[in-house]
């Protein structure tokens, strides 16, 4: 009987890419795959170590999975992942219970790994981070019309309250031949939208090539048959070249949707960050996109309680954000992470601080999202349905405006039989807080 394993992945849609190859790794050597941690032979736990709330589920994970092992209901536990390459002395000295820890760059030996841990030989090994795999094979863990599509691995922008490049190295670009290549199998297994990943796409190729490659990048991925939806998640606002920002008005299967992290509004915190632009650059750019991008979708994150940021960098944020009227946006307090130059600053605010400014640009944003959802109403989109919600006994799906499992979601409403990945166009009719409702016409 082959040895059953399953892997809990957390964190970014980069992290379950690396999940997803490493389960490939595992089916093709012959190992069972199971969906439940319960009756496991081996759990491998795929950590994130980003930032602070990402850690504590990451310790809280394989505390219930340690505990599980205790009474017996798993058989071994392995640690994966970027909490294990940032972490590996502290994990290693404080979860005795570990039988095995490894660092990303020793993924592409899982197979080897995991056999170890089966024969109960402790491993404890981290390689070189630029060790990891950029590409390969996969199973899916999203829903079969929907992928990640990861461009490129690390980071060489070196922001300062960032510890990416640290955890994950320098930016390492994949061929373009390898990304279509994949793209293409992805179409022939079912693949509907392609969601395009990495640290920062806009910089794709640039390592590599010597020059932005993302919008030629594009528009051979739009030649795929059977891709119908390419997104693009992580564009920096300098590196939207007028080449990237043509290709998304131009080209009809990438969605008109921009993840665009600002970070910052004001320039000497935008400085501190070690990034660039201030208030005006920034809503030029914005202004730029939506008038060369017909109904484009601007998502964007904000960062409040910065080192140093005083009431007037903050005002001169929430002045932003209140005349950029972002379609979505996310902010999150500033948290000091270890080796980051941002954790060494003087002036650290404290948690209150940081807490009531990022609930003041929450409580902005809510209206500026509700006012811009309820203009939807009467509209027709075209959606792309996900599945069916048997308690609630309606089908979800989502807009262009929406990325799976970030956004928000179209509730279905409709007497014909619909299916995962097809498409079918929507009138919406009222909203349900963050949702839109709809019915098929």
């Not at 795929?46 to 994970?61: L, P, Q």
């Not at 590409?135 to 999203?142: A, F, K, M, V």
């Not at 939807?376 to 919600?389: A, C, H, T």
């Amino acid at each position: 009987m082959n040895e059953r394993i399953a892997l809990i992945s957390l964190g970014c849609p980069k992290n379950q890419v690396d999940a997803e190859a490493m389960l490939a790794r595992l089916k093709n050597a012959g190992f069972e795959l199971s969906a439940e941690v319960e009756g496991a032979d081996l759990v491998i736990v795929n950590t994130c170590g980003f930032i602070e709330d990402a850690k504590r589920e990451a310790i809280e994970t394989i505390l219930a999975v340690a505990q599980l092992k205790k009474e017996g209901s798993v058989g071994a536990l392995l640690v994966t992942g970027c909490l294990a390459q940032r972490y590996k002395d502290e994990v290693i000295e404080e979860m005795p219970e570990i039988d095995g820890i490894i660092g990303i760059g020793k993924n592409g030996d899982i197979v080897e790994v995991c056999r170890k841990v089966l024969e109960k030989t402790q491993v404890r090994e981290f390689p070189e981070k630029l060790c990891l795999p950029i590409e390969g094979d996969r199973i899916l863990s999203t829903p079969g019309h929907f992928a990640y599509l990861k461009i490129a691995e690390g980071c060489s922008n070196c922001c300062s309250y960032c510890a990416i490049p640290s955890i994950r190295g320098k930016l390492r670009s994949r061929t373009v031949e390898s990304i279509v290549e994949e793209a293409k199998s992805l179409a022939a297994a079912g693949v509907k939208e392609l969601a395009v990943i990495a640290q920062d796409v806009t910089r794709y190729g640039t390592d590599l090539y010597g020059e932005f490659m993302l919008a030629k990048l594009l528009k051979e991925l739009c030649r795929i048959d059977g891709i119908e939806w390419i997104r693009l998640l992580y564009c920096y606002p300098e590196c939207m070249t007028d080449e990237l920002i043509d290709t998304i008005a131009n080209e009809e299967k990438i969605c008109k949707y921009i993840d665009l992290p600002v970070q910052h509004a004001d320039a000497d915190v935008l400085r501190r960050m070690n990034r660039t632009g201030d208030e005006k650059s920034l809503l030029s750019l914005v202004e730029k996109l939506r008038e060369r991008i017909p109904g484009v979708i601007i998502r964007t994150t904000v960062m409040v309680g910065f080192p140093g940021e005083t009431e007037e960098n903050f005002e001169t944020l929430s002045r932003f954000v209140g005349e950029a009227r972002f379609d979505r946006l996310g902010c999150f307090a500033f948290s000091p992470e270890e080796g980051t130059a941002a954790a060494k600053m003087e002036e650290q605010l404290e948690p209150e601080v940081k807490n009531r400014r990022a609930e003041l640009i929450m409580q902005q944003q809510y209206e500026i999202f509700d006012e811009k959802q309820k203009e939807k109403i009467g509209r027709v989109f075209r959606v792309i349905v996900d599945g069916f919600d048997e308690d609630n006994l309606f089908y979800t799906g989502r807009t262009y405006m929406d990325c799976l499992e970030i956004d928000s979601i179209v509730i279905i409403s409709t007497e014909e039989e619909l299916f995962p990945g097809e498409f079918v166009d929507v009138k919406i009719i009222a909203t349900d807080d963050c949702d839109l409702v709809g019915e098929v016409i």
